[in-house]
């Protein structure tokens, strides 16, 4: 079964670098997205991204996050300069179809970032 | 602020029995209703989906959707120790495409 890939797994990064985390969404799918989840806390939305362009972001995703789709296949997520609070489980997902709202949402394994 | 509630747990259910989940919602235009499985340590993994009052069976799965009362329910029937996990109830509202999730409900099931 097709699945959403990251990498890496885990990150260790120390606090005001840059960090790049990886997504391969499911081939035919056009809506991709970022989530997080703080260690205990819910799974909080970030952006989603559509046609090479962010479709909707929260108040999380500040100037510090930027998302890019490189070339046909890989999803990025940038955080130019990590603070501690960003340490968290970093989830990518997609789906298949925008406008149909019914379509389920696939999430990679996820990378677990760890800012020292 | 679109919530959306959880009994945050654990609830504890011996193999064998149904194991019911509970969620709310705040957001009267919420469309789509997910429930995700989440085991320690990994990521979410879709269960089932509801959009129209009433229930929907998927083997040993069944969500039920009341949208006037703003409410979704999952029932496990012959709940197995492999079903310990926390469970995660996501709304999709009508315009946009975000999931807003709960806290989940852990799930324990004891052989």
């Known amino acids: 079964e097709p699945e959403v890939t990251q990498t890496p797994s885990h990150q260790v990064t120390q606090m005001g670098q840059e960090v790049i985390l990886r997504c391969v969404p499911i081939?035919?799918?056009?809506?991709f997205y970022w989530y997080r989840q703080i260690l205990g806390q819910k799974v909080e939305f970030l952006v989603s991204?559509?046609?090479?362009?962010?479709?909707?972001k929260s108040e999380i995703f500040d100037d510090q996050f930027s998302v890019e789709r490189p070339d046909g296949s890989n999803f990025t997520l940038k955080i130019r300069s990590t603070k501690l609070e960003d340490s968290a489980m970093y989830f990518c997902?997609?789906?298949?179809?925008?406008?149909?709202?019914?379509?389920?949402?696939?999430f990679g394994d996820g990378t677990r970032l760890s800012i020292l | 602020q679109k919530e959306v509630e959880q009994n945050s747990g654990p609830l504890s259910v011996p193999e064998g029995a149904i194991a019911s989940l509970n969620c709310t919602y705040s957001d009267r235009v919420s469309q789509s209703f997910f429930w995700y499985r989440q085991y320690s340590g990994k990521s979410p993994e879709l269960i089932m989906s509801i959009y129209s009052n009433g229930d929907k069976e998927d083997g040993r799965f069944t969500a039920q959707l009341n949208k006037a009362s703003q409410y979704v329910s999952l029932l496990i029937r012959d709940s197995q120790p492999s079903d310990s996990a926390t469970y995660l109830c996501a709304v999709k509202i009508e315009y946009g495409n975000k999931l807003v999730f709960g806290a989940g409900t852990i799930l324990r099931v004891k052989s």
């Open positions: 991204f559509y046609n090479n362009e962010i479709s909707e």
């Open positions: 081939s035919n799918h056009l809506y």
């Open positions: 997902a997609s789906s298949e179809l925008r406008q149909t709202f019914n379509q389920p949402q696939h």
